[in-house]
């Protein structure tokens, strides 16, 4: 079993909206914070969301906070990422993991925006 599988993504314009869904592996990571990050070609990865095993604390990072927001169903062992007002610098690859990350990424799901 595949332990994170991320989808969702795809091409959109200037100020649509995407969901991502993160499936994990349950019982690895239900008990994790967890969060989604982004890695746009050339640049480092980034965290853009992150939240408690309850799913009542979040955090965001200024560039995406009040677009961004990041939810988990425990009992579907599954995270979500709802983007909204999407912006040409949102564009990337973008992957979930706990957080702090473990080693193992899953292939990401693409997300890019159009002007």
């Known amino acids: 079993q595949v332990p994170l599988v991320e989808s969702g993504g795809g091409l959109v314009q200037t100020g649509a909206s995407l969901r991502l869904s993160c499936a994990t592996s349950g019982r690895t990571y239900n008990t994790y914070f967890m969060g989604w990050f982004r890695q746009a070609p050339g640049k480092e990865r980034e965290l853009v969301a992150n939240?408690?095993?309850?799913?009542?604390?979040?955090h965001y990072p200024d560039s995406v906070k009040g677009r961004f927001t990041i939810s988990r169903d425990n009992d579907k062992n599954t995270v979500y990422l709802q983007m909204n007002s999407l912006k040409p610098e949102d564009t990337a690859v973008y992957y979930c993991?706990?957080?702090?990350?473990?080693?193992?990424w899953g292939q990401g799901t693409q997300v890019t925006v159009s002007s």
């Open positions: 939240i408690n095993w309850a799913g009542d604390v979040t």
């Open positions: 993991n706990s957080f702090p990350p473990k080693d193992y």
